[in-house]
């Protein structure tokens, strides 16, 4: 089984900085790609930022400029440093990934979320 741990989530003024981490164990043949998506209460799911193998990136454009994602492929880990946070940033932010766990079989994984609050 593939898990994905975050962590990094908690409470930063507006203008502060906060830097998730997600590790991907288990049985993992390659990853595709990794990201980050975050929820608010009584919001839809939203795509933050995206992270293919070959480091292609894309942004939600309300992060674009403060939010950076990278990943470590040696520690199948994703990261995302995010800086001049704004309250309406506040949100539950789960990692996602595609992950290959054999040669004929490619599967998405979701985290279980760390909480971010942004206070004003």
């Not at 995206?50 to 674009?64: F, L």
């Not at 994703?78 to 990934?97: F, G, R």
Request: charged fraction near 20%; hydrophobic fraction near 35%; charge should be positive.
């Amino acid at each position: 089984q593939v898990q994905l741990v975050e962590s990094g989530g908690g409470l930063v003024q507006a203008g502060g900085s906060l830097r998730l981490s997600c590790a991907a164990s288990g049985r993992i043949f390659s990853i595709h790609f990794m990201g980050w998506y975050r929820q608010a209460p009584g919001k839809q799911r939203e795509l933050v930022a995206k992270i293919t193998a070959g480091t292609s990136t894309n942004y939600a454009d309300s992060v674009k400029g403060r939010f950076t994602i990278s990943r470590d492929n040696a520690k199948n880990t994703v990261y995302l440093q995010m800086n001049s946070l704004k309250s309406e940033d506040t949100a539950v932010y789960i990692c996602n990934a595609r992950i290959r766990t054999t040669l004929l079989r490619e599967d998405e994984y979701w985290g279980q979320g760390t909480q971010v609050t942004v206070s004003s």
